[in-house]
């Protein structure tokens, strides 16, 4: 019987198949980008999980599909008039978006499954592997609930739907990027309190910064005030101007100029804490914690630049998608740094060696 030596991986397959996942996950925010660029994300009116997997396949289909569309407002309001040919581009996008999410389940599953009869997971990584399935369960259920908002009164879909189908989407991801990280057996990184700490801060900020511009995307926020570094004349707005909505707390959500002087300010927050984080890093002579640190903070720059070509040019589709993918970028490093510091538990482990020829 041939077994499988210490000093190899054990879990190569998990690997590549967690790699393939996180992959199609990324492929999946950048597709919903562009639904929602595209302002396609209402063309498709009912939720069929099954069945919604096959598009209209006959000019009679196309047109009952037609027909369920012109019942909602946006139709009435914005697309009046609107042939079926261009009602067809607009359902592609959405379908295809659908149509990722139900892959994306099933190259999930289906691989999780085998490697459950096949045996060799720990229970710590079981537990984890359940709980990124069952998030991803909810996700399909986020997507129909934001779809929803935009189907009776609205003319797009509610932009507190549409962040928290968004956040959802990449903490599944960040929970897979970590877990990744944490089938490789490697000794913790000596390094002080302050830079565990603000490694941690890091991913936190870098997910309401994902928040707000989700924010900004379902508001169009984007395509209003295109200047740069002054917003509404000014580098920080007039507070009436800012906070004129009631109660206050609305503008937070609600109030265009608002949500996108929020997304500016905790940018530049997040720069300038990569940037410390990355001085205090090299200082350490941390290792690969410095080396990881100034990439974390090259990618928050590129960030940052595409983030004001995109603003300044009114909302390409090109950079937007581009902005949209580096954001992935910095959350994927930003986690990483945070695993390399964190501390590890002496007994935490995620693989052990089993026989090759060992089945369950």
Request: charged letters at 15%; hydrophobic letters at 55%; a positive charge.
């Given at each position: 019987?041939?077994?499988?030596?210490?000093?190899?991986?054990?879990?190569?397959?998990?690997?590549?198949?967690?790699?393939?996942?996180?992959?199609?996950?990324?492929?999946?925010?950048?597709?919903?980008?562009?639904?929602?660029?595209?302002?396609?994300?209402?063309?498709?009116?009912?939720?069929?999980?099954?069945?919604?997997?096959?598009?209209?396949?006959?000019?009679?289909?196309?047109?009952?599909?037609?027909?369920?569309?012109?019942?909602?407002?946006?139709?009435?309001?914005?697309?009046?008039?609107?042939?079926?040919?261009?009602?067809?581009?607009?359902?592609?996008?959405?379908?295809?978006?659908?149509?990722?999410?139900?892959?994306?389940?099933?190259?999930?599953?289906?691989?999780?499954?085998?490697?459950?009869?096949?045996?060799?997971?720990?229970?710590?990584?079981?537990?984890?592997?359940?709980?990124?399935?069952?998030?991803?369960?909810?996700?399909?259920?986020?997507?129909?609930?934001?779809?929803?908002?935009?189907?009776?009164?609205?003319?797009?879909?509610?932009?507190?739907?549409?962040?928290?189908?968004?956040?959802?989407?990449?903490?599944?991801?960040?929970?897979?990027?970590?877990?990744?990280?944490?089938?490789?057996?490697?000794?913790?990184?000596?390094?002080?309190?302050?830079?565990?700490?603000?490694?941690?801060?890091?991913?936190?900020?870098?997910?309401?910064?994902?928040?707000?511009?989700?924010?900004?995307?379902?508001?169009?926020?984007?395509?209003?005030?295109?200047?740069?570094?002054?917003?509404?004349?000014?580098?920080?707005?007039?507070?009436?101007?800012?906070?004129?909505?009631?109660?206050?707390w609305r503008n937070l959500f609600d109030n265009v100029l608002t949500v996108q002087f929020e997304?500016?300010?905790?940018?530049?927050?997040?720069?300038?804490?990569?940037?410390?984080?990355?001085?205090?890093?090299?200082?350490?002579?941390?290792?690969?914690?410095?080396?990881?640190?100034?990439?974390?903070?090259?990618?928050?720059?590129?960030?940052?630049?595409?983030?004001?070509?995109?603003?300044?040019?009114?909302?390409?589709?090109g950079l937007a998608l581009a902005h949209q993918a580096v954001a992935i970028l910095v959350l994927t490093l930003a986690?990483?740094?945070?695993?390399?510091?964190?501390?590890?538990?002496?007994?935490?482990?995620?693989?052990?060696?089993?026989?090759?020829?060992?089945?369950?």
């Amino acid at each position: 019987m041939t077994t499988i030596s210490a000093s190899s991986d054990p879990h190569r397959a998990v690997r590549w198949w967690l790699i393939s996942v996180a992959a199609l996950i990324a492929l999946m925010v950048l597709v919903g980008g562009a639904t929602r660029l595209t302002e396609s994300g209402l063309s498709i009116v009912e939720w069929k999980p099954v069945t919604g997997s096959v598009p209209p396949l006959t000019e009679t289909q196309w047109t009952e599909a037609f027909e369920a569309y012109k019942k909602i407002p946006q139709y009435r309001q914005l697309n009046a008039g609107m042939s079926l040919s261009d009602f067809k581009t607009i359902f592609w996008w959405e379908w295809s978006h659908r149509l990722l999410g139900r892959f994306i389940g099933v190259a999930y599953l289906l691989p999780f499954l085998f490697f459950l009869w096949r045996g060799g997971l720990s229970s710590e990584l079981k537990r984890r592997l359940w709980l990124l399935f069952g998030l991803g369960a909810l996700q399909g259920a986020v997507g129909w609930w934001m779809v929803a908002s935009g189907l009776s009164e609205r003319v797009e879909v509610s932009q507190y739907r549409l962040a928290t189908h968004l956040v959802l989407a990449l903490l599944i991801f960040a929970g897979i990027v970590w877990t990744l990280r944490r089938l490789g057996a490697r000794q913790g990184i000596v390094v002080s309190v302050r830079l565990k700490f603000t490694s941690a801060v890091l991913v936190v900020v870098t997910f309401v910064q994902l928040y707000l511009g989700a924010l900004v995307a379902g508001l169009r926020a984007g395509r209003a005030y295109n200047t740069w570094p002054e917003i509404d004349g000014a580098f920080i707005p007039s507070g009436a101007r800012l906070w004129f909505e009631t109660p206050w707390w609305r503008n937070l959500f609600d109030n265009v100029l608002t949500v996108q002087f929020e997304h500016r300010m905790t940018a530049y927050a997040l720069f300038a804490l990569a940037l410390l984080h990355a001085i205090d890093a090299v200082r350490s002579r941390a290792g690969t914690a410095a080396s990881g640190a100034v990439w974390l903070f090259a990618a928050v720059s590129l960030q940052a630049a595409l983030g004001i070509l995109t603003l300044l040019n009114q909302v390409p589709m090109g950079l937007a998608l581009a902005h949209q993918a580096v954001a992935i970028l910095v959350l994927t490093l930003a986690v990483m740094q945070a695993e390399r510091l964190a501390a590890r538990r002496s007994t935490e482990t995620y693989s052990r060696v089993v026989p090759a020829s060992q089945a369950g």
